[in-house]
Every structure is written in C-alpha cells, then in structure tokens.
C-alpha cells in the first residue's frame, strides 16, 4: 500500500478511541462531528479497510480498526516526542499532577525520572488522593493532570491501562482460610470494595471488613501481616503477598482501566509534555487485549 498516512486524521481517530464517542473526540480535537466523521472516512479509504462497524446507533471499532489504533497511538506519541526534541524554546514552569497512593507507589519514580531528564527547568508537584477526589480537583482546575482508575467523566479521558484485579493475602499465614473472611478494604465508596463484596456475596462466602482505608499502604500493611485479605491492582502487588483464585474459593473479580484525566479549563505545554510522557510509560493496551473477566468502570 504506497501511501501515507494523515498525521491528523491519525490523531482524530486516537481521540475517538479514547474517548469512545465521535461527539467527545470532536470537542477534544476542536473540530465539528462531520469534519471528524469525514476524516474517519478518509482514513478507511486510505488503508482500504473499514475501521468502525454500526453497532446499533452506536459505532464499534472493527478488528481492522482495533489493529489501527495501536499503531496510530504510537505514530502520534512519536510525533510529538521527534516535535519536542527539535523545540527551540526548552520547557519551563510547573505542572500540577494527582494520583492514587498505590499508583504513585508503582509508577511516579519512572514518570518523574524521565520527565525531569527531559525537562529539567519544569518544577512538578504531586497530590496523592483517591479517585473520587482527584476528579473533584481536575473539575475545579486544582490539578493540571490525574492518573485515576477510570471514571464515566465529562472531562477528556484517556484509557492508557488496563489491569486485573486480583485477591491477595500473606505468603506466610492463612488468613484466606478464616470464617468469616477478615477483609481490608477502601471506604464505604470505594468500587472495589463493592466489587469485592458482591462477588463473595454471590458465592455465599462468609467475610466481614476488619480494615478500612484509602491508604494503599495501610491495606498492603494488614494483609502483609496476616490479618485480613483484600484486592489490589496487579501492579500494587508487592513482595510477601500471595495471588488467591478459584481454585482457592476466591471467584474472579472485574478488570480495573487506568485513565488519564486532563484538566480542559487550564491546558499548557508543560501538562500535554507530561501528559505524553505519562501515556508512554504506562501504555499496556498495544494489541487487542480479550477476557472473560468484564471491566470495571468507576462512577
């Protein structure tokens, strides 16, 4: 196929793709829904393949299309990247960044470290909250950037992660054992704790929540020491923490979507460099990913 690819249409169809909608992914580019609908169409003549499907009154993405996505994904990040090593003028000034504990845990020290490389005059300050609040900040411009477990939101949400979510307790007690199950668990709110419960309670699996908290640290320390089980995210795992499943009596639970959310009030090139940086280091979601397990979204 002896052609090339529009480096706009490409960053058009990213945003549909992100944003699961033609509607949302024209405010996100700042063009009409028929100028993106058209360049949709331009693309498909372009590669010869159809890339969305009538799924209803909705669109879907093909297998073509699925295939599409990881490649423009990666032509558009290094677009930018090749854009933003020839830039004249070197970045300066501070960007505001949210994320859960358990996020910052796993991912801040490689964001941090590769962003300050880059752009070493830019000052960045960090908020740890929970999703619920970090989407409360972005909504009132208090954050440039959050890294959250998705939420439905009005604002311009990228999925750049999917991960399981998986039961854990001590590799050294038995906890798991227990009747009732000692649980530690997020707050009352909190959607895996909901997920959680309702699994056991399908089961008929007897249990009681014994630890409450939003720290990632504080559950992680209660399952370490053999007093409760709880559910974390595959890459909260840490060393000491034993994986439970069906063959343990434990069913298996939703996957959980990591998503990046932008503050839309306040953009800067500091918050897109960082938010570029962020999608290439945490991105998982090259290639079709299938199973059985349905996604959890969080409301």
């Known amino acids: 196929m002896a052609t090339l690819l529009d480096m706009d249409q490409l960053r058009t169809f990213v945003a549909i793709v992100d944003t699961g909608s033609f509607t949302r992914a024209a405010e996100a580019v700042h063009k009409t829904q028929s100028a993106v609908s058209m360049q949709m169409k331009k693309l498909e003549e372009r590669i010869g393949r159809a890339i969305f499907a009538r799924d209803g009154r909705a669109s879907k993405l093909t297998e073509d299309g699925i295939r599409l996505a990881d490649y423009a994904r990666r032509i558009v990040r290094l677009n930018g990247e090749a854009l933003a090593s020839f830039a004249d003028q070197e970045l300066a000034g501070h960007v505001r960044l949210g994320l859960p504990d358990d ?44 890294i959250i477990t998705h939420v439905e939101s009005r604002g311009r949400v990228s999925i ?72 974390l995210p595959e890459s909260a795992l840490r060393p000491g923490m034993r994986v439970l499943g069906p063959s343990d009596g434990f069913p298996a639970l939703p996957s959980c979507k990591i998503a990046l959310l932008r503050n839309t009030v306040e953009s800067s090139p500091l918050a897109d460099a960082l938010a570029a940086l962020i999608v290439s280091s945490l991105d998982n979601m090259s290639g079709a990913q299938s199973s059985d397990v349905p996604d959890l979204a969080y409301a």
Not at 106 to 135: A, G, H, K, Q, W
Not at 206 to 220: E, I
């Open 103 to 146: 996020y910052a845990d796993r991912y801040l020290p490689e964001i941090l470290v590769r962003f300050s490389d880059l752009n070493p005059r830019v000052e960045v300050t960090v908020v740890c909250e929970p999703t619920p609040m970090l989407v409360s900040r972005i909504a009132a411009a208090d954050l440039d950037l959050a």
């Open 160 to 231: 750049i992660r999917t991960e399981r979510l998986l039961w854990v307790t001590s590799s050294r007690h038995s906890v798991h054992e227990s009747t009732p199950l000692p649980l530690a668990l997020g707050r009352l709110d909190c959607t895996w704790r909901h997920a959680a419960t309702l699994r056991l309670e399908d089961v008929g699996k007897p249990f009681r929540v014994l630890y409450a908290s939003w720290n990632s640290t504080a559950v992680g320390a209660a399952v370490l020491a053999g007093l409760a089980v709880s559910v």
